[in-house]
């Protein structure tokens, strides 16, 4: 699981080297907002897309730099194996909200933003950061310590 946490980790890096700040792409109506975009074009979920048509796309600047730094995290901490299981369940999240924005559009391919939740449940399931992992080394300091939040911790790990 250490193999596939570290895989899936350059995954998002590499998903990340992409979203291009200053403005993501809004300007030129390509890169993350063209993406962005598809959920309301191609919408999968009403709702959903009633939300990136009337809250994200209107702020899309801000919502470019919290995409950028979820999945800058995502890669980062899955790939040194730290607080895994919270990365992991931030994973399933973020994979959802791509799913969300993209699965009707064209020339998509459902099955991947399936796999990348399976992928990121089973990180969880199996605590991956736990072996070679951050996670392996700083959870039984935790766990060990009297302090209440220092434990708190050691479950995301």
């Not at 895994?84 to 991947?112: C, D, F, K, Y």
């Not at 933003?113 to 992992?133: E, K, Q």
């Not at 951050?134 to 310590?145: E, F, Q, T, W, Y």
Request: aromatic share 14%.
């Amino acid at each position: 699981m250490a193999f596939v946490r570290v895989v899936v980790a350059f995954l998002w890096i590499q998903n990340a080297a992409w979203k291009i700040p200053p403005d993501f792409g809004e300007r030129s109506g390509g890169g993350l907002y063209h993406f962005t975009n598809y959920a309301v074009e191609y919408p999968v979920l009403g709702p959903f897309a009633w939300v990136v048509e009337h809250v994200v796309l209107p702020n899309f600047v801000l919502f470019g730099w919290l995409t950028l730094l979820v999945e800058a995290g995502l890669g980062a901490f899955l790939l040194i194996g730290l607080a895994t299981r919270l990365w992991a369940v931030l994973g399933v999240v973020q994979s959802s909200v791509i799913a969300l924005s993209v699965l009707n559009a064209p020339n998509e391919w459902h099955w991947s933003y399936y796999l990348m939740i399976l992928v990121h449940l089973a990180l969880f399931a199996t605590a991956a950061g736990r072996g070679f992992g951050l996670d392996g080394v700083l959870r039984p300091i935790m766990v060990a310590s009297p302090n209440p939040v220092a434990r708190g911790l050691a479950r995301l790990a």
